[in-house]
Nanobody, 123 residues
Framework: VQLQASGGGLVQAGDSLRLSCAAS????????LGWFRQVPGKEREFVAT????????FYADSVKGRFTISRDNAKSTVYPQMNSLKPGDTAVYYC?????????????????WGQGTQVTVSS
């Protein structure tokens, strides 16, 4: 599966932003999708994940209540809706796919990665 992320940009603290990640596969529901982020000098960290059917979601504590992950299986696309953005959310955001449908928070569980999209939140 190939992933194409988009939607990043420069926003102010408190603003909202929705990223998207389109997958090139005919078996999209066989994949759990995740979002991760990374800042220079730090390890990539888990943000959110959603199961293949979209019934199960998990979030990092740092984004819980502010971010919502969803997927449109008809469009083979996954979205994180990011609200109440903070400067600490500034990072390159990556989408990832894991075959098998059940969502995992571990980076090592994911089989394919998108190219990343920059999100910058100014104070």
């Amino acid at each position: 599966v190939q992933l194409q992320a988009s939607g990043g940009g420069l926003v102010q603290a408190g603003d909202s932003l929705r990223l998207s990640c389109a997958a090139s596969t005919r078996t999209f529901t066989d994949y759990a999708l995740g979002w991760f982020r990374q800042v220079p000098g730090k390890e990539r960290e888990f943000v959110a994940t959603i199961s293949g059917a979209g019934r199960n979601t998990f979030y990092a504590d740092s984004v819980k209540g502010r971010f919502t992950i969803s997927r449109d299986n008809a469009k083979s696309t996954v979205y994180p809706q990011m609200n109440s953005l903070k400067p600490g959310d500034t990072a390159v955001y990556y989408c990832a796919a894991k075959w098998g449908g059940y969502p995992y928070v571990q980076i090592s569980a994911y089989d394919a990665w998108g190219q990343g999209t920059q999100v910058t939140v100014s104070s």
